[in-house]
């Protein structure tokens, strides 16, 4: 292995134990969620934040995500009103990130808000990120372990291929359960779609619909971002990406779904779910392949359909 590469741990408590030696050393490590791989540091050391903007070559008016074990831990950091300590009880652990006023003793890094008065914060459920929050003792900023603006990781791999030379450590789980980051909410918006649907945040009868950013005009300018995942080009990989293709054009790595077969196909059944779990994955391969450009098939705008597609509109743009 060269030397540049991080080293990959298989997960266990001894990978755990060194991950924590290195982000209480200042330091920060890729570990798995179940949306992504994200790359973790303590959020209230800010020389330590700053290694995550600096391993990413993320922009600092993009915030970070904060990480912390349960919902005692987040009301530490952050004000939660009704609505949002509603839908913390049930949805964490789990893919939900909440956009909250954030407190003023938190303790947060002023980086990771990017000098916002809010801070997205949530429970992972993972069994790796929970075991890291318990052995730092400290909540974590860990945005998707990806050079900024490239495909999120759902592989350990994928880490490693990204972030070579830019980080020391990537815990080992297998792929990541949802292949998609987290459904993103303040208030009544959906600011990011994710695993987590409209129906499943607001099922009852009788509530406003909840809105999602793209029901509202243009993606935010950079002058306007107001939690993480709102860049207009995003999950992006190196080569053009053609939206809604039915049939694969010269020179194309066609990635299907449902009735359209392609070079792989992310759902034969037209699973929506298992799509959303593939999608990340499937986009590595088409990039790494021969093929000098990318087409997708359509992919219904239903459920958790519409995260998928907000992906793939962000990762077409350029």
């Not at 400290?138 to 945005?143: D, E, V």
């Not at 603006?149 to 080992?172: C, Y």
């Not at 939690?227 to 054009?249: C, F």
């Amino acid at each position: 292995m060269s030397p540049t590469n991080p080293r990959i741990l298989p997960y266990g408590e001894a990978a755990i134990a060194e991950a924590a030696a290195l982000i209480r050393a200042g330091g920060c490590v890729a570990v798995p969620t179940e949306t992504v791989y994200g790359l973790a540091a303590d959020a209230t050391d800010s020389r330590a934040v700053a290694g995550i903007y600096e391993a990413k070559g993320r922009p600092s008016f993009n915030p970070l995500i904060v990480h912390v074990p349960d919902l005692a831990a987040a009301e530490l950091i952050a004000e939660f009103d009704e609505t949002a300590r509603s839908l913390a009880e049930r949805f964490w652990p789990g893919p939900l990130t909440l956009v909250l006023p954030l407190r003023p003793d938190s303790g947060i890094a002023s980086l990771v808000t990017a000098g916002l008065p809010t801070i997205a914060i949530r429970v992972p459920a993972h069994r790796a990120m929970q075991a890291l929050l318990a052995a730092t003792g400290k909540p974590l900023a860990a945005p998707s372990a990806n050079a900024s603006g490239g495909i999120s990781p759902t592989r350990a791999e994928h880490v490693a291929a990204s972030l070579a030379g830019r980080i020391p450590l990537v815990i080992d789980d297998g792929p990541t359960l949802a292949g998609l980051e987290s459904t993103i909410v303040q208030g009544e918006r959906i600011l990011r779609p994710g695993p987590l649907t409209k129906a499943q945040l607001h099922p009852g009868e009788g509530r406003g619909p909840v809105t999602t950013s793209s029901d509202s005009g243009p993606r935010p300018s950079p002058g306007g971002i107001t939690a993480p995942g709102q860049l207009d080009s995003h999950y992006a990989p190196s080569k053009p990406l053609r939206l809604n293709a039915t049939q694969t054009e010269t020179g194309e790595y066609l990635i299907g779904f449902g009735p359209i077969p392609g070079n792989e196909t992310l759902s034969a059944t037209a699973n929506l779910t298992e799509g959303a779990a593939n999608l990340f994955a499937a986009l590595h391969r088409a990039d790494a392949s021969p093929a000098p450009a990318i087409a997708i098939a359509p992919i219904p705008n239903v459920g958790i359909g519409v995260a998928i597609n907000d992906r793939l509109r962000r990762a077409a743009h350029r």
